[in-house]
């Protein structure tokens, strides 16, 4: 078993799930249920079935399942910058550097040894159909100032500053970054179901066309 664990902010969630048997049981079948069943369709009454348990006991975790799918959306941003620090921490040159995150961020999702309570291929999925469901909300901003997208920002962050290293002058690179997470997703998402917004949808691998879609975009936007 693992002994690396992903350590996310205590307000997205009542207890942590990834303490007892019953929470990681919780979040693996989450995953798995609205990667099939899209957020919309899934209950904590449809989960508490499949896990065998009851509805009770999965609000002692989550207050909902709004706070559920930021919880699992956390999750995997913290997960992505794990695997990003993990395979950069070698590169010294900005360049080089960025390029690796643009892969990492764009590539193919498949599961993770190191982390064998979470499908991060499932996860993916969800990530991919549901990620602006977690921010689009009405509560958004009290959200915010509980630290609720920390780990997306600090990704962003991150991301920033190594185009500032590139382009000290470059006015706009939070922006850049936010876009790019954003389209790492969206260009996925519009090839699989608006195929009319997208040439991703016309190709044999849309996450290795997306991969160069986004270096372009990134470093000649960067460069221009």
Same mark, same amino acid.
């Given at each position: 078993?693992?002994?690396?664990?992903?350590?996310?902010?205590?307000?997205?969630?009542?207890?942590?799930?990834?303490?007892?048997?019953?929470?990681?049981?919780?979040?693996?079948?989450?995953?798995?249920?609205?990667?099939?069943?899209?957020?919309?369709?899934?209950?904590?009454?449809?989960?508490?079935?499949?896990?065998?348990?009851?509805?009770?006991?999965?609000?002692?975790?989550?207050?909902?399942?709004?706070?559920?799918?930021?919880?699992?959306?956390?999750? &995997?941003?913290?997960?992505?910058?794990? #695997?990003?620090?993990?395979?950069?921490?070698?590169?010294?040159?900005?360049?080089?550097?960025?390029?690796? @995150?643009?892969?990492? @961020?764009?590539?193919?999702?498949?599961?993770?040894?190191?982390?064998?309570?979470?499908?991060?291929?499932?996860?993916?999925? @969800?990530?991919?159909?549901?990620?602006? #469901?977690?921010?689009?909300?009405?509560?958004?901003?009290?959200?915010?100032?509980?630290?609720?997208?920390?780990?997306?920002?600090?990704?962003?962050?991150?991301?920033?500053?190594?185009?500032?290293?590139?382009?000290?002058?470059?006015?706009?690179?939070?922006?850049?970054?936010?876009?790019?997470?954003?389209?790492?997703?969206?260009?996925?998402?519009?090839?699989?179901?608006?195929?009319?917004?997208?040439?991703?949808?016309?190709?044999?691998?849309?996450?290795?066309?997306? &991969?160069?879609?986004?270096?372009?975009?990134?470093?000649?936007? @960067?460069?221009?």
């Amino acid at each position: 078993m693992s002994t690396i664990q992903i350590q996310l902010s205590g307000n997205l969630y009542c207890k942590d799930p990834q303490s007892t048997e019953l929470g990681k049981k919780i979040v693996l079948e989450s995953i798995k249920m609205i990667s099939e069943l899209g957020f919309e369709a899934f209950t904590f009454k449809k989960l508490s079935k499949r896990i065998e348990s009851t509805e009770a006991s999965i609000y002692r975790y989550f207050d909902n399942k709004h706070r559920l799918l930021v919880y699992l959306i956390s999750w &995997y941003w913290a997960w992505l910058e794990y #695997k990003i620090q993990y395979e950069t921490h070698h590169l010294h040159d900005a360049h080089q550097k960025l390029d690796k @995150i643009i892969h990492l @961020i764009t590539e193919k999702k498949v599961p993770d040894d190191t982390f064998p309570d979470i499908d991060e291929e499932a996860l993916n999925k @969800i990530v991919i159909a549901e990620s602006d #469901k977690t921010y689009l909300t009405k509560q958004v901003d009290k959200d915010n100032q509980r630290g609720l997208f920390r780990g997306y920002k600090a990704l962003c962050e991150q991301i920033a500053g190594l185009i500032l290293k590139i382009n000290p002058n470059f006015n706009f690179s939070h922006a850049l970054a936010s876009t790019a997470l954003e389209a790492s997703n969206q260009q996925i998402f519009f090839g699989e179901h608006l195929p009319s917004l997208t040439e991703l949808s016309e190709l044999e691998d849309p996450y290795s066309a997306n &991969y160069h879609f986004l270096k372009n975009l990134i470093f000649k936007t @960067i460069e221009a």
